[in-house]
């Protein structure tokens, strides 16, 4: 698979760099990457209107009249799968990346033993988000992305997907749809499978997702939810 890879940073030296990482880790991990570099955000936007296919963002933060932070939150507005690893020399801006969904924060100097792992992860990520599914609704095939799929709930004979944008009822079972989705998604209840990704935090009774939603979890699946929760944010699943 090809992976497309945005450089954003107003450094050139900087820039020349993380390109050769980039390249170098590309070969170890035996993928292909293809490499783009802004000298700003405002010059990335004026690109990414026209090419908006990149898996890989590394942005830096201290960037003229649009930092990193900011170019984040538009990119995020309407990409929520593309992997954002923001690159500065200061530390002072690590809780806004949560507000953006950030995979990472890599101190400058940048080094590969600190990037490149970061780097895999990215690519893990990127897999389990293009995967999608083709669903037939009312007659009509639509294709939704594995990455936007919040959960499913079970009603009577139906399931009800909840993506980031939409809902819309299936004539499956929810076991049926728990199969179907696999990988990424983890069954919390009888009646609910959830992404993993857009969990926020786990109790006991309930998992609470990015979003404010909260869905029960059954005594019978707790240990299983939490563990598949804690392996796919270490990157092991």
């Known amino acids: 698979m090809d992976y497309r890879v945005a450089i954003c940073d107003d450094c050139a030296v900087d820039v ?18 293809a490499i783009n ?25 201290e960037m003229g009249d649009m930092n990193g932070i900011d170019l984040a939150k538009r990119i995020r507005a309407e990409n929520e799968v593309v992997q954002i690893i923001f ?18 924060y890599l101190m400058k100097p940048i080094r590969e033993e600190k990037l490149f792992p970061v ?21 009509e095939s639509i294709r939704i992305s594995a ?11 139906k399931t009800a997907i909840y993506t980031v944008d939409r809902s819309f009822e299936l004539y499956m079972s929810i076991s049926e749809v728990d199969l179907l989705l696999g990988d990424g998604f983890i069954r919390c209840h009888r009646s609910y499978v959830v ?14 997702l990015d979003n404010g939603v909260t869905i029960p979890v059954s005594r019978s699946h707790y240990n299983a939810v939490n563990q598949a929760f804690i392996r796919y944010f270490k990157g092991d699943a």
């Open 16 to 33: 020349e760099q993380l390109s050769f990482l980039v390249r170098k880790w590309a070969k170890s991990a035996n993928v292909e990457v």
């Open 37 to 61: 570099t802004f000298p700003s955000s405002e010059a990335f936007l004026f690109h990414y209107a026209e090419n908006p296919s990149y898996g890989i963002l590394l942005l830096d933060i």
């Open 87 to 104: 690159i500065t020399g200061f530390p002072d801006f690590l809780a806004d990346g949560y507000d953006v969904s950030a995979l990472h």
């Open 119 to 139: 780097l895999d992860k990215a690519i893990k990520n990127c897999s389990k988000a293009e995967r999608s599914f083709l669903f037939n609704l009312d007659g």
């Open 147 to 157: 990455g936007s799929i919040l959960y499913a709930e079970a009603f009577a004979h």
């Open 195 to 208: 992404g993993l990704k857009f969990i926020r935090g786990i109790s006991k009774t309930e998992v609470t």
